[in-house]
């Protein structure tokens, strides 16, 4: 007797919408200058991504991201030189944007604790490609259901040393900024497909 083949749950598919999304880098200064330095808040502009899972249970949940580092805003007021000068060494001494045009998240592990049924927390671990190093990274993720869409925030930190980038700084060293920078994200994603096993 020929038995059938047990059908996988069918997922469902996210794509984030970046003109509806916040993504934000925030960068501190130290140094003997910092209290009349900037702390940069550097938004990034161009990214796409996808997010996957089987509904109710969660299992299968996988998160994908790629960030385009030459396009990249300095959301700070600041005098048009200063804004010029740091977007400057930002894209050709820190992110080498020539070199490494593209930085990458993909999750290999996602954990999920649901508060309700339209809020739910995920932890993510994964490994981020940037800056040509990968390491890996994890972070929660506060994931709101809004009908169809997906809200997802959160903020997590990120040392520029971890991927061969040394901090910036100027006035002779006098005023620099931290290897520490913290990101912060409220991403919105819209739901495109569901697929089963065979798709």
């Known amino acids: ?20 999304s916040r993504f934000v880098v925030q960068a501190f ?18 990214y796409e991504g996808e997010i996957q899972f089987v ?3 969660y299992e299968s949940a996988s998160v994908r991201m790629a960030v385009r580092t030459g396009a990249m805003e300095v959301l700070d007021e600041m005098k048009s030189d200063d804004r010029k000068k740091l977007e400057q060494t930002m894209y050709g001494e820190v992110l080498e944007v020539q070199r490494f045009p593209t930085a990458a998240y993909d999750s290999n592990q996602i954990t999920v604790q649901k508060l309700s049924d339209d ?12 800056h040509g190093a990968a390491q890996t990274h994890s ?4 994931v709101t259901r809004v009908g169809t869409m997906l809200r997802i925030s ?3 930190p990120l040392r520029q040393s971890d991927y061969g980038i040394k ?9 620099r900024l931290k290897d520490e920078l913290k990101l912060s994200f409220e991403l919105m ?8 096993a065979n798709a």
């Open 1 to 20: 007797m020929q038995t059938g083949t047990q059908m996988a749950p069918a997922t469902v598919r996210y794509v984030i919408d970046p003109t509806a």
């Open 29 to 46: 200064a130290t140094g003997l200058f910092s209290a009349f330095g900037h702390n940069p808040k550097i938004g990034i502009c161009d």
């Open 55 to 57: 509904p109710e249970t």
């Open 119 to 130: 809020l739910l927390v995920a932890h993510v671990s994964g490994e981020l490609s940037f």
């Open 139 to 142: 972070f929660d993720a506060r």
């Open 154 to 156: 959160g903020e997590f």
């Open 167 to 175: 901090p910036v700084s100027f006035a002779g060293g006098a005023l």
């Open 189 to 196: 994603a819209g739901m495109k497909e569901e697929t089963g």
